[in-house]
């Protein structure tokens, strides 16, 4: 559903809704907020780089807190062989390159 022309919308409105309810209910981010952050850091050079799920990416990184976008700031920027290379492939992916300034100018709000 993530990468579907339409799924890709409901996804970000339930995310949308559920970032809502926990801001709500208290300070604690819901924990299926949380899995699903940790599904986009898992999965961060694959969803980059397709058309839907990059744009559920990009909602993402703009509403994650601090301490879940630490976590993808290491995955996209670590300095291993392999990761270097995903950094590379998303800059230069006609998707992923939508990704890596919002990345950049999220790490600057967060003065990371």
Do not use: W
């Amino acid at each position: 559903m993530i990468n579907d022309e339409f799924g890709n919308f409901v996804i970000q409105a339930i995310l949308e809704h559920f970032i809502s309810m926990s801001k709500r209910k208290s300070k604690v981010m819901d924990v299926r907020v949380s899995c699903f952050y940790e599904f986009i850091r898992l999965n961060l050079g694959k969803l980059c780089k397709q058309q839907y799920s990059s744009r559920v990416v990009e909602k993402a990184v703009e509403t994650m807190p601090k301490e879940q976008f630490e976590k993808v700031c290491v995955v996209f920027m670590k300095n291993s062989s392999k990761k270097s290379k995903m950094y590379r492939e998303i800059m230069l992916d006609s998707y992923g390159n939508y990704i890596a300034p919002k990345i950049m100018e999220m790490v600057k709000v967060f003065a990371l």
